[in-house]
């Protein structure tokens, strides 16, 4: 009988998100790649939409392969009108969207400021900043009836760490995420959107292939940076979709609005 009670309760606590439907930006890759997977596995349908379009589709492949539900979009995050019909074939297929992780986002160039070539700035802006508003703003009108989360990826860069140089462009747009983040935390609680940002330390994934730094230009940034070892090792991006299926589901019901930063204490060393 004890263990008949605890198998149900198992599988109540276990499918947390049954029955939702999930946006995950970024979705074939890293962070975005292993939270969509939890997402699935406790129950939500989950789009994952993905500039690349192998990527994208091989990803939502993994997810059914594993019995969840998943599609995969090929989306570009800083095309509006991409990201709208990206999100309307979403809802066109499974109905209101209850959680959106918008979580694309790339390094980009890293250089100098006097160096920095202003189109290199506007590319990063626009995938990391834009991207985000793009993919908030078009799923508004799929949650403002029934509520959901909202989930946005920044970094401990621009939030907390401001000794990462050529990062300027980077760490500018994720400092734009936090502050967009707490504003449409307060201006969609009127929907019963709850909106958070994860600030993330440094992660195993393939962000390393959108990095481009200028090694030679970066040479001339000369303030010495202390040589302390970070504390904890990097992190694995199974760590982060842990902290966003709490942030998805309603564990965190009365959590709106904040920053949390996921990074094992490594920078507040
Ligand atoms: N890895 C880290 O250490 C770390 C630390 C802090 C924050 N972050 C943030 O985490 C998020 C995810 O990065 P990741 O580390 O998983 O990197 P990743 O490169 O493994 O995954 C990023 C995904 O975003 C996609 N993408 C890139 N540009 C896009 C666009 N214009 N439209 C749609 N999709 C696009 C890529 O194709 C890729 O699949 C980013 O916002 C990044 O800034 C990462």
């Known amino acids: 009988m004890k263990d008949h009670v605890h198998t149900n309760i198992q599988k109540e606590v276990m499918r947390v998100l049954a029955d939702k439907v999930a946006i995950v930006t970024g979705g074939a890759s890293g962070i975005g790649l292993a939270s969509a ?3 699935a596995k406790e129950g939500a349908k989950v789009a994952l939409l993905d500039l690349n379009a192998d990527k994208v589709s091989e990803a939502a492949n993994q997810i059914r392969a594993e019995g969840g539900e998943a599609m995969g979009v090929q989306v570009d995050v800083s095309q509006t009108k991409a990201v709208q019909s990206a999100i309307e074939q979403v809802a066109g297929a499974w109905g209101d969207i209850d959680v959106v992780f918008a979580n694309a ?14 189109e290199e700035w506007d590319q990063t802006l626009s995938i990391n900043l834009k991207g985000t508003f793009l ?56 929907y019963h959107i709850r909106v958070n940002v994860i600030c993330p330390g440094a992660f195993e994934t ?50 709106s609005g904040t920053e949390l930063f996921v990074d094992g204490a490594q920078t507040l060393l």
């Open 37 to 39: 997977k939890r997402l």
């Open 105 to 118: 986002g790339v390094n980009g160039r890293l250089a100098p400021i006097e160096d920095f070539d202003p």
């Open 135 to 190: 993919t908030v703003k078009h799923a508004i009108p799929y949650m403002k009836e029934n509520g959901g989360s909202m989930i946005i990826t920044s970094s401990v860069n621009g939030t907390r760490v401001f000794s990462n140089f050529g990062m300027t462009a980077y760490s500018a747009s994720k400092a734009g995420q936090l502050a967009f983040g707490k504003m449409a935390a307060l201006e969609l609680s009127n």
């Open 206 to 255: 393939s962000i390393g292939e959108r990095t481009y730094p200028n090694e030679e230009q970066l040479e001339n940034i000369r303030i010495p940076k202390g040589k302390a070892k970070m504390p904890t090792d990097p992190g694995k991006p199974e760590e982060v979709a842990d902290v966003v299926l709490f942030l998805a589901s309603d564990a965190s019901k009365h959590v």
